[in-house]
C-alpha cells in the first residue's frame, strides 16, 4: 500500500505537485494518468524518497521509504529515465542492486530469465534498445519479490509483443494480490490494464475512482446534428424540450435522446439536416476533457473544444 | 549488516565498468615510466650540477617526479567512480535502493579509497625501485633514512588525491565541471601561485603541495616551510575532509 497526504513539490514559483491525497491498495492495478509534465514522474520519486516533498508525507506500507530495510524487497520501481550505467552488463547492473539488498544471486537469474534478457545478460547496456533497456529496468523492480511495484511510463519504446507481455505481467502481479502502480499519459493504455484510476493534471488530483466507474460515466452517447437551419433546428428542439450544445464546427449536441427522435422531430419541422449521427464518447475523449484546462503544452491547432457539463460529477476536491 | 551490503555492492559496480581499469592502469604506467624518464635525466645532469643542487639532490623524490601527471589520472578515477552515477542516472537507482544516503556515499568512496590505496602503494614502491634503478650510483635505498616513510608516503598522496576528488565530484556531480575545477587545480594554480612571494605562502597550504611534502627526503637547501612530511599530509587531509563533508551535507538535502 502506498499511502498519499497532501504530497506537494514547489520548484521555486513553480508547483509540480499540489497537496496530493490518495491511496495506491493491493490486488489491483491502480493507474497513474496525466499528460505531459502533469507531476506523475515527480510523485513517483518522491515516493522513493529521491525527491524531497515541499510538503505532506508519503508512506509506504505505514513507513517512509529511507526507513525501510532492504527496499528493493518491499518496493521495486521502473523510473523513466534509463538510470542504468551503459558501460556496466545487464547481469552486473542486477548484481550490484540485489548485494545492496542482501538479496541471493540466484534472483538475478530468476529476474534476467523473466524479462527474457538472459542471452544479452553479459553485453554491455549500452548496446541495448529502448525496449531491452525497458526489460532491465523492469527485471530491476522485480529483483527483490516485493508486495509494491511502480512503473513510470512501463510501455514507452515496447513493441506489440513486449506491451502485451507487461500488461499480462502488470495483471498477473496484481493477482497475486501485490499492489501495482503504474503511470501512462494513454488513456486507451489504461483502460487495459487499470482497475482502478488517479487522475492529475498540472500537480493536481483531477479524478480518484475505479475504472468501471470512469468508463460507465463516460462512454455516454450521444448524437451529433448539422442542418443549415440551426437557428430552427434549436428552437424545435428547445421546445421539445431537448438541450442541445454547441460543439464546433456548427454541429450540435444532444444527450439523452435517440436519434430516431430528432430526425422525426426535424422531418415534422420541416427540417433540413446534413448529419443525424449517434456517437460513443471515447475514454480518451474524456481523459482529455477532464484534463484540457490542465494540460501545460498545448498544441493549438485543432485542440478539442471542451464540453462544459462533462466530468464535472466526479472531479474530486 | 547494510553496510557490509552496501560495499559488496559498490565493489560490483567498481569492478564492472572499464573506466576503473583504464584510470587506474594510466596512474600507475604515467607515474612509473615519467619517473623513470626524469630519473635518467637526473643522472646524466647531475655532473653538471653546482655544489648548492647536489646538496639538496633528492633521490627518493625525483623517482616520484611521474606523480605530478599521474595524479591527474587519480584525478579522473576519483571524479568518474562518483560522477558516473550522476551523468547516467544509475544515483536514481542506487538511491532507490540505497536511501540512507550517508551509507550510500561512504561505502563508494570507502571501496574506492581501499582500490585506490592498493594500487597506490604498489605504484609508489616500484616507481621508487625503477627511478632508483635508474639514478644508478645516486640512488637511495629502502633503508635510508626516511624513504621508507616517503615511499609509503607517495602512495598515501596519490590515494587522497584520488579521495579529494571524490568528494569534490560529489559536490559538484557533473564531471566535466568536476574536472575541468580539479585538473588545473592541480596541475596550474600551483605552480602560478609559486611565482609570486605573496601567493607562494597560500600555495603551500594547497592539498597538492602540503601532501607532497611527504615524499621529500632531502629538504632543499633554506628549506622555510611551517610543516613537516606528516603535519603536509595531514593538511592535505583536512582538505579531503572538508570535501568529503561538503559532498555529504550536499547529497543529504538534494533531490536526487
Partial sequence: MIEL?????????????????????????????????????????????????????????????DRLKDPLTCIGALLEAKGVHPGRSA???????AQSNGIPRRRVHEVLDTVGLTAVARKKAKGFSLGMGQRLGIAAALLGDPRILMFDEPVNGLDPEGIHWIRTLMKTLAAQGRTVFVSSHLMSEMALTADHLVVIGQGRLLADTSMADFIERNSRSYVRIRSPQRERLLDVLHRAGITAVESGNGALEVDGSKAEHIGELAARNQLVLHELSPQQASLEEAFM?????????????DAPVPRQQWGDGWKRG | MAAAQVVRSEWTKIRSVASTVWTLSLAVVVTIALGMLISALSRSE??????????????????????????????????????????????????????????????????????????????????????????????????????????????????LIAVFSMGVATMLRSPMLSL???????FLISSVLGYVDATEEVGRFLPDQAGSRIMQVVPPVDDDTPYGPWGGLGIMALWVVAALVGGYALLKRRDA
Fill in chain 1, 289 to 301: 476533457q477532464l484534463t484540457a484546462e490542465s494540460v501545460e503544452y498545448h498544441a493549438h491547432a
Fill in chain 2, 180 to 186: 575541468g575545477i580539479l585538473v588545473p587545480f592541480f
Fill in chain 2, 46 to 159: 647531475f655532473d653538471g650540477m653546482g655544489a648548492r643542487d647536489r646538496l639538496s639532490f633528492d633521490p627518493t623524490f625525483i623517482s616520484f617526479a611521474g606523480m605530478s601527471l599521474g595524479q591527474l589520472a587519480m584525478v579522473v578515477f576519483g571524479v568518474l567512480v562518483v560522477s558516473n552515477e550522476y551523468s547516467t542516472g544509475m544515483i536514481r537507482t542506487s538511491l532507490a535502493a540505497v536511501p540512507q544516503r550517508g551509507t550510500f556515499l561512504f561505502g563508494k568512496i570507502a571501496v574506492a579509497t581501499v582500490l585506490a590505496l592498493v594500487v597506490s602503494l604498489a605504484t609508489s614502491f616500484a616507481a621508487f625501485f625503477l627511478g632508483q634503478a635508474m639514478l644508478g650510483e645516486h640512488r637511495a635505498s629502502l633503508g635510508d633514512d626516511g624513504v621508507l616513510r616517503a615511499v609509503i608516503g607517495g602512495g598515501l598522496y596519490m590515494t
Fill in chain 1, 91 to 97: 547481469y552486473h547492473h542486477l548484481l550490484c542492486l
Fill in chain 1, 5 to 65: 497526504e497532501g504530497l506537494t513539490k514547489r520548484y521555486g514559483e513553480k508547483v509540480a505537485v499540489n497537496d496530493l491525497t490518495f491511496t495506491v491498495r493491493p490486488g489491483i492495478v491502480t493507474g497513474f494518468l496525466g499528460p505531459n509534465g502533469a507531476g506523475k514522474s515527480t510523485t513517483m520519486r518522491m515516493i522513493l524518497g529521491l525527491d524531497r516533498p515541499t510538503a505532506g508525507d508519503v508512506r509506504i506500507d505505514g513507513t517512509h521509504y
